[in-house]
């Protein structure tokens, strides 16, 4: 497709790992507690977006409002059941074709980036044994403004020391998609992502693409 891609920045949760039923368990023991209507539906329009932001998402179906504070203190409780649950992923938890993807790009002096809207990005890269796989990691720790605005992607660039108009992002989620194309790069949908340029039907598809 395009010659001039000289990094690829890869979303972290759905795209290397799907983390989608731990961040489901943690947000429904959340909402149980709380009696608030919480279902797999609901949960995949948290796809790519912020803690705080998703749980503004499930508070649409509650009862009462909440105040700041009520809202951090559930975003918080969720977060730990999250953190519990994501200690039991492993190396084996990598989504198919991505080793095989990454070390061919690796072999081809193209850079790989993580672009994650993830807090828990350290953890989750720890536990699937990549800490120090990649050539920058930008995500939830470093953004003031979460997917769909291009910042976490921006500050992958930049991290590299790459022109955004040499990246690519791959993702899996709508907002994602978004803030690839406000970033100026090219964008690899997987998953249920729609608009991206290209659409993969598995990650090895991406080494044809470049
Ligand atoms: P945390 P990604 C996103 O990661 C998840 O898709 C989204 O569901 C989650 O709310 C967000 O990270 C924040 O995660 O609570 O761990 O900071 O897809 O951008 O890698
Ligand atoms: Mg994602």
């Avoid at 994650?116 to 939830?140: C, E, M, R, W």
């Avoid at 720790?141 to 690519?168: H, Q, R």
């Amino acid at each position: 497709m395009s010659t001039n891609i000289k990094a690829v920045i890869f979303d972290l949760d759905g795209v290397i790992v799907s983390t989608d039923d731990c961040h489901y368990r943690g947000w429904k023991k959340m909402a149980d507690e709380e009696g608030i209507y919480f279902d797999r539906t609901i949960n995949e329009r948290l796809r790519g977006v912020s803690r705080m932001e998703s749980l503004n998402i499930i508070l649409e179906r509650a009862e009462k409002e909440y105040t700041e504070d009520e809202k951090v203190q559930m975003a918080t409780r969720k977060n730990g059941y999250y953190v519990e649950f994501i200690q039991a992923l492993t190396p084996a938890d990598i989504l198919p074709g991505v080793m095989e993807t990454l070390e061919e790009l690796k072999a081809k002096g193209i850079k790989i980036a993580i672009g994650s809207s993830s807090k828990n990005t350290p953890i989750i890269l720890k536990q699937i044994g990549l800490s120090d796989y990649f050539d920058a990691v930008s995500d939830g720790n470093n953004i003031t403004n979460s997917k769909p605005d291009p910042e976490v992607f921006l500050k992958a660039a930049d991290f590299l020391g790459m022109p955004y108009d040499n990246c690519a992002i791959v993702e899996d989620a709508d907002a994602g998609i978004e803030a690839g194309k406000a970033a100026g790069m090219v964008t690899f949908a997987v998953g249920s992502a729609k608009g991206g340029d290209v659409t993969l039907s598995n990650m090895k598809e991406l080494l044809e693409n470049l």
